[in-house]
Structure formats: structure tokens, C-alpha cells
């Protein structure tokens, strides 16, 4: 809504009518100085109204003051049964074809808007911001529920689409855009943590089949790629949001409940509207491709300037995308810790500004496509304190079958372990602690000797529920662990609840050792009364409570300390 329609002049900026509440801590509509309304008539209504409550079309709301209401009744000619009903004083919704598309191609967005919404109240959100969404049919590819029982799952895309005012020099000439920039947001079920999982674009991937929502309603099935480009999965073969978040699960094997996308715009409308971002540079910048200049140590960046950085690759590092998605992450984290500060939270001008810039380069799927849906989301997530948001990148070796090093795969020992301490929900934040826990419950079942790994024989079954556990757990047992005498026996004759491990007494040693590399619990270990024979194996049943190669039954998953990982509270000078 702008000025006019509230009867305010046209230099008066919307975000300065809006005044915090003490009493209600929401922020409301100054009416002191509207047309035709005398500063005590418009104190004195704003004190009656305070206290009331009424319904808006999608739920309950606060009270709209009553000036307000009767002048955008009477604006229109309607009556204030028409007003009450939301029809008078509300923005309509752009319709299909007036709405600017959205490229979708920067996280800066999803940041901001996460982290303001639960700062602005519901109706500024309703007023304002429900039309600046654009939404994306995705079928069944994600969740229609805002918000589920467990961890949620937001994939966040960015294109490299040519889209906005002065953004002809970024991305490819002519595109329907790729999926450039992608971070799979992973929120604890408690809302204690969160993990951010950063997928690089050059990530050579199987894109699976996926079936999109054409604009008639009918769908179409765009046949999948074998081995390219991870980001070819975005805008290239009329592939949308949906098959993206179909190959993230096929890699990972987390499923996304949601997709948000943003364009290059909003990295320079959002970081010029939170007053800048802080950064940091090791070394003095100046790099004549993207026209950025910085100096070492700490600056401040918006505009054109930020998206000349978060765009940049030879400026840092040895000039490859994975040391940009580094500078990515320390510039998200930054802008997390500003979005979050007194300055911004404190400021209705500021915060207003925001979430109008951010709902304006949002395009989202129909899941969340609302401002009270987005709202909901916001509010969840912004429960996760700073410092237990951690960025990590998938680890990756350079591709074996090139000659010339272009793409890279997923690390054979490293990424399996991450994907499956995110699937357990376990966050990044409290692996050592757990790890602790669960070493001192382990103490009891493991005295005794313990035989080396290269000595431990065992067949490995899969009565659970994942697909492939079995030689996955096979090949994390020969890779990490040195346990080379171990086979892969396919599946179990039968499901079972919880894992268990058949051993004989002369191999209680082996049993020990496999005990402790996987963290099996007590309950788990079965011992016979007959002694094995030669080369007799154990037998390793994987059951419903196991979660992954890597991930002990009573504890987190064993992450490796050569994945780098960053907390978004923690600065941190770009190389």
C-alpha cells in the first residue's frame, strides 16, 4: 500500500508510518499526522483499537485502526462491511500476466525475508507484501504443508538469468538461467540448529526424470541427463524448481519440502537496504572482470558492489567456484548477524524496506506462496540462534574422467557421512558433545581386547529402510575403517527394527572392534555359544533404526575434520 492511499503525501516514505507497540511488540500504523485526521482524534483511536482483534480473509489478525478503515472504504465507495472483508483497503494481487518474472538467481533474499518477518507484524506482511510473491506449480516435488512434525528442508536456488536493469553483464547471454547458486537449508525438528548445505554448480550428478506443471494445467515429463553439470538441472530442457529439488534428493537422499529463488536484483536492493554488509578481505582486491575494488581487512558493500562480489571467482582462492561458494557463505553470514542486530530489528524503516525488497525477488513454490505461509516459515526458522547456523560445502575430488580439470564428483569417503548426519538430524553444532555421550555409554560394551580392523571378518544385510545400506555401509567400512574383509549380502530375508550383530565367542575381539567403529549398542550385540570355524564371518543386520554409513545407532555421524564448515555468528576475512 502506498502513501496515497492512507492519505499521506507522496515524500513520505510507507516505512516511517509504522510505530513500535510497547504494550503488544508488534509494529502499527501512525495515524498522527493523516489527512483530515487531528493528531488527539488520531491518538485516542489508536488507543481504543489497540486492545481489539479481528478476523483478515486468512486468519486472524490485529485490529486495523478505525480512521484507516473508514477512509479506504470511503476511498472506493464501499461501506465499511466491504472494508472489514479486506476488499477496500488491501493490494490486489498482480495478476499472471503483469507480474515481473522472477529469475530467482541469489540467497540474499530468502535471508532477509526469513529474518524480518518475524519482526513485522502480520498485517504490514498482508497490506504490502502477499502480491510482490510470485509462486511456481511443482507438483509433488516438494511439501504442501508450511510446516511439518520434523526437520524441514528449504532448498534455496540462485540463476545466472540475465534479468534487471544493469545485470547484462552477469550470467550467460540469452539463457533461461541455471541453477548457479544452491544451498540446501536443513532446520532442526527442535529449531535449536540449522545446517546449511552448499551444492556446487559444477557437480557432475544423474538429473532423474521429472514431471513439471505446464501453464495449461497439464503436465509434461522432462526425460533426465546422465553425468553433467548438477546446474543444468534448473531453466535448460524446460526443467523447473521441482527437478532441482528432485536431483538434490537424489544425491543426498533428503527430500526438500520447499524451494525459494531469487534474481540479481535482490542482492543489490536488499544489502542497499539493510545499510550494507561488512566484509572482510585477506588481501587488497582489484579484479578488472567483475570491476571490484576493496581494500584489505574490513568495508562495507552494497549494490552493484556486493553482487560484483558474491559473482567474483579470481579474486580469491585458485579462482575455482568452490572458493566462491566460501565467500558466498562468509557474505551470508554477515548479512545473517546484520539482519539479526539491534540497528535493523529496532528499525521500522529499515525493516520495512527489507521485506518489500525481499518479497519482490521472491519466487517460491505454491507450499509457501503467501505472506501469512511465508510468515509461518519465517518465524520457525528465525528460532535458530546465529551461532548454530553452520555452512558447509558437499565434499567433492576433482572428476577422475577428465584430463582437464572442470567439473568434480562427490568425495568417495566424506559426502555420505554429512548426508547422513543431516538425515538423522543431527546438527553440525553438537556432533562432539554427542560424540561424547555416546563414547561414555559405549565404555561397558567395550572392555576387553579389540581386534584390528584388517582382522575383523563380517556380512553386512539390509533389513531396513534404505535402499542400498548395505553396500554403502560396506564400502564406508573398506574405505574409512580398514575393515576390507567386509560383504556386502544384499538384503535380509526380513525387515527388522533395530540392527543387530551375530558373532561367536573366539570373535568377540572382532566384535569389539566393529562395535566401537560403528557404535553399536549393548542391545545390539548378539553372542552364539558355538565357536566359529576358518574363515566364518559375523553377521552385521542393518535394521530400521539405522541411518547411514557413518552414523553410529547411538550417537551422531563421524564427520570428517577435513570438511571445512563456518557458523554464521563468526566473521571471518575472505583469501
Known sequence: MDAQSRGRADDIDPADQWVLNPHTGNYELRLDQSAGESSAAARTATAEDSGRRGESPDGPRREVPAQRSRRSAQKDGRGPEASAAGGAGRRKRKAPKARRKKALMWTGGVTAFVVVAAGVGAYV????????????????????????????????????????????????????????????????????????????????????????????????????????????????????????????EAITGI???????????????????????????????????????????????????????????????????????KVQQQFLGSMIREMKSSDTLTNPTKLFKLADAATNALTVDQG?????????????????????????????IDNPA????????????????LFAMMRSDTSLTEVKQKEKAAKSKQAALLKGPKAAPADVRVDVLNGGEIAGAAGATVTWLQNQQGVLKSTNKANAPEKIKKTTLEYAPNQADQARALAEMMGLPAAAMKQGTADAEGLEAMVLTLGADFKGAGIPITGPAKISDDVERASADKAVCSK
Open 125 to 248: 506482511l498482508y497490506e504490502r507484501f502477499n502480491g510482490n510473491i510470485s509462486t511456481i506449480d511443482i507438483g509433488d516435488a516438494g511439501n504442501n504443508d508450511v510446516l511439518s512434525d520434523g526437520p524441514m528442508n528449504i532448498l534455496i536456488i540462485g540463476t545466472d538469468k540475465r534479468t534487471g536493469k544493469g545485470n547484462e553483464g552477469y550470467g550467460d547471454k540469452g539463457s533461461e538461467g541455471h541453477a548457479d547458486t544452491n544451498i540446501l537449508f536443513h532446520v532442526s525438528e527442535d529449531r535449536t540448529n540449522a545446517t546449511a548445505l552448499s551444492i556446487p554448480r559444477d557437480l557432475m550428478t544423474d538429473i532423474p526424470d521429472c514431471e513439471t506443471v505446464q501453464p495449461d494445467g497439464s503436465t509434461k515429463t522432462i526425460p533426465g541427463t546422465p553425468r553433467v553439470r548438477f546446474n543444468v538441472s534448473l531453466g535448460q530442457e524446460g526443467r523447473n524448481p521441482g527437478c532441482t529439488m528432485q536431483t538434490v
Open 255 to 325: 527430500k526438500p519440502d520447499h524451494f525459494m529463488m531469487v534474481d540479481f536484483n535482490a542482492v543489490k536492493e536488499l544489502t542497499t537496504a539493510v545499510g550494507g554488509v561488512k566484509v572482510c578481505m585477506a588481501k587488497p582486491i582489484n579484479d578488472p572482470k567483475s570491476h571490484l575494488e576493496l581494500p584489505q581487512g574490513e568495508s562495507t558493500v552494497a549494490g552493484e558492489d556486493a553482487l560484483a562480489l558474491l559473482r567474483t571467482r579470481h579474486s580469491f582462492g585458485n579462482e575455482s567456484d568452490l572458493d566462491r561458494i
Open 368 to 396: 509457501i506462496g503467501s505472506a501469512k505461509k511465508l510468515m509461518t516459515l519465517a518465524q520457525e526458522i528465525g528460532k535458530v540462534d546465529a551461532k548454530n547456523i553452520t555452512f558447509v560445502t558437499l565434499p567433492v
Open 402 to 417: 577428465e584430463t582437464v580439470k572442470a567439473t568434480v564428483v562427490p568425495h568417495p569417503t566424506q559426502a555420505e557421512p
